[in-house]
């Protein structure tokens, strides 16, 4: 890894290093992404911790165990079932990813942050998506990267540094972290458009039709979207070009780089306004950050210049040194330069060889590498085809009539009394993005052996509402089909009935 003077511009040796280079203010602005989505993330998880996280939950640890195994091992989250631990585990969650964001003790932030997140994720694996995938592999290049080299607590009071106006802090890093950091990214887009072509739907431009037309995934103004089919058409067909262009990422520098950068991004954008996909979107436009060249850094640097006067920002700069310099430092540990070298080339050859095992990983899943069946099974299970092949066609919603001991039926779910018509708002019927995940997965074949454990959680739950253990519970997801060309009826889909114990 090249790690040049933060005081001028780098001068890449050759065509590939430069295409590599990632300027030092967009590992700030990265930096401070993965720190913010890392709290926010916190705090929409907090919301059903009990229930997500502790063996009162919908995942004892003893079903992870026999579900997941040795998966199971990587948690420290699942080193206890009850609710102080995790209490505990996400708020030195939240102080890290501060401290991370913040630019403090950045490399240490950012180790601890990544261990707690792997942990966490290890945790209940059910309730995950690409977003989270994507998140846990920015932080993961993150630890070989300079984070903290401008813009940061770390960086303010070293020689040439401002911090405050932007005036200084520029040059770039360019080597095999930077390179692994800005294909990771390209792949998430290269493999969903192969498996995307794969398909008809995104080709005839009923893919996005179909997306919008599931219910309990359209928020704000996806519901304004989801009668304007032509209008999804289009979007559908640029999005996929969009996709297509993607490798142009690592051919194209400056402000073309910056354009389609910012093409994708508002396309994620459009995705945060319009469907309830958790992280992914927020955590995609983190991503396209490192494709930001030092051309759009300087103009931004400029126009804060000219907008913020100079007192202002030479106040800013004070304040953040005085900060600084109260926060305890704690060792720093003393390497000596040869043992800085030699740590710095066996980084490089892990991230290499890193980068090498994500590249055949991921064509494996396309099927564009010959790989031994087991192999090649899991690749494609969790290779990047968002709505790829083709998009769910399928609506839905849960109800969950349980009968309490005075003959009474109740919905377990839901909450009031047991009705099958369709709900006003399907979305409402799912409280967070994570019990969308949660549900979604369970009537999935491979969540069946997972459900007498949501029912036994029903059953709880029910207990705690009404006084009284109810005798039992039975799950059904009503699936309603996506149609184009009108409303369809439903059908009820049967995931079992639970026999409660008091």
Not at 220 to 243: D, E, I, K, R, Y
Request: glycine residues 10%.
């Amino acid at each position: 890894m090249s790690d040049r003077d933060p005081s001028r511009p780098a001068r890449a040796p050759g065509a590939l290093v430069g295409r590599v280079a990632v300027d030092r203010r967009a590992l700030a602005a990265l930096r401070v992404a993965l720190g913010l989505l890392l709290v926010a993330d916190l705090a929409l998880r907090a919301r059903a911790l009990g229930a997500h996280y502790t063996d009162r939950g919908v995942l004892p640890r003893t079903a992870l165990r026999e579900t997941y195994g040795p998966l199971a091992d990587l948690s420290l989250h699942a080193l206890s079932g009850g609710l102080a631990l995790q209490v505990a585990l996400f708020g030195l969650a939240a102080v890290a990813a501060l401290a991370l964001a913040a630019g403090y003790r950045t490399r240490l932030a950012a180790v601890v942050s990544w261990l707690l997140l792997v942990s966490l994720h290890a945790r209940n694996p059910l309730l995950l998506n690409a977003g989270d995938s994507l998140l846990r592999r920015l932080l993961f290049w993150g630890l070989f990267l300079p984070l903290g080299g401008v813009r940061s607590v770390d960086a303010v009071g070293r020689v040439g540094e401002d911090g405050a106006d932007g005036s200084r802090g520029a040059g770039s890093v360019a080597g095999v972290a930077t390179a692994a950091l800005l294909v990771q990214v390209v792949i998430l887009y290269v493999v969903n458009a192969v498996i995307k072509l794969r398909g008809g739907a995104w080709l005839d431009g009923t893919a996005v039709r179909y997306v919008f037309g599931i219910d309990h995934l359209t928020l704000w103004l996806g519901g304004v979207l989801a009668g304007q089919g032509p209008l999804l058409s289009a979007l559908g067909h640029v999005w996929l070009g969009l996709l297509v262009l993607s490798p142009l990422l690592l051919v194209v520098r400056g402000w073309p780089r910056a354009l389609l950068a910012a093409a994708l991004g508002a396309g994620h954008l459009g995705m945060a306004l319009t469907l309830r996909l958790g992280p992914f979107a927020f955590v995609s436009m983190a991503a396209l950050l490192p494709f930001l060249p030092s051309v759009v850094w300087d103009a931004a640097g400029r126009r804060v210049r000219a907008v913020v006067p100079a007192e202002r920002r030479t106040r800013v700069g004070r304040a953040a040194r005085g900060l600084a310099a109260r926060l305890p430092r704690g060792p720093e540990p003393s390497l000596g330069d040869d043992l800085r070298t030699a740590a710095r080339r066996v980084a490089a050859v892990v991230a290499a060889v890193l980068l090498v095992t994500v590249l055949a990983w991921n064509a494996v899943s396309v099927g564009a590498a010959p790989a031994p069946a087991e192999v090649r099974d899991v690749s494609r299970e969790y290779r990047w085809d968002m709505f790829a092949p083709e998009p769910r066609r399928v609506d839905g919603w849960y109800v969950a009539p349980a009968t309490l001991p005075s003959g009474e039926r109740v919905d377990a779910w839901n909450g009031g009394a047991v009705s099958w018509a369709p709900p006003p708002d399907t979305a409402a019927t799912f409280p967070t993005h994570r019990w969308l995940v949660y549900l979604l997965d369970l009537r999935r074949p491979g969540g069946a052996e997972l459900r007498d454990e949501f029912g036994a959680y029903l059953c709880r739950r029910t207990a705690a509402r009404h006084g009284t253990t109810p005798l039992n519970v039975s799950v059904t997801y009503v699936e309603r089909p996506v149609r184009l060309d009108g409303p369809t009826e439903t059908r009820r889909v049967g995931l079992g009935t639970y026999r409660c114990r008091a």
